[in-house]
């Protein structure tokens, strides 16, 4: 009867200490880069943000839109702008709005026109446990 008791009680303490699934990030919060949206030959904009889960976007000028997608289907001359949303257990904070893009049939990213014709740089990427 002991042994039972012993047992029950140590699954008790065991069910009691439950771990975070993700530990916070200590330190200053960190805001998240602005979205850069892309768009595929057939109009799908993408526009993900390293550190991010959560998006707003404003789709021809309606409403706020807030998802956890980080594209997005557009038709001939729609226009878009983003934001990446912050989070507290990422210690993040959000992003500014995107420029708004108005989305033309010629507007696709290519692998001769990466960004719009504009030659690529460095990239420059942090890694914050470094």
């Known amino acids: 009867m002991k042994k039972i008791m012993m047992l029950l009680a140590f699954m008790m303490i065991l069910v009691g200490c439950q771990l975070?699934?993700?530990?916070?990030?200590?330190?200053?919060?960190?805001?998240?880069?602005?979205?850069?949206?892309?768009?595929?030959?057939?109009?799908?904009?993408?526009?993900?943000?390293?550190?991010?889960?959560?998006?707003?976007?404003?789709?021809?000028?309606?409403?706020?839109?807030?998802?956890?997608?980080?594209?997005?289907?557009?038709?001939?001359?729609?226009?878009?702008?983003?934001?990446?949303?912050?989070?507290?257990?990422?210690?993040?904070l959000d992003s500014e709005w995107s420029e708004v893009f108005t989305y033309t049939l010629n507007d696709s990213i290519t692998e001769d026109n990466p960004t719009d014709g504009e030659e690529l740089g460095d990239v420059g990427i942090e890694f914050p446990w470094i």
């Open 20 to 92: 975070p699934v993700q530990p916070p990030v200590s330190g200053n919060p960190k805001q998240l880069d602005t979205p850069i949206i892309r768009v595929d030959e057939n109009g799908m904009a993408s526009f993900a943000v390293f550190y991010a889960d959560t998006y707003q976007y404003v789709l021809n000028d309606g409403e706020e839109v807030t998802t956890n997608e980080s594209s997005l289907q557009l038709n001939e001359g729609d226009t878009l702008k983003v934001k990446a949303i912050g989070s507290t257990s990422k210690n993040t």
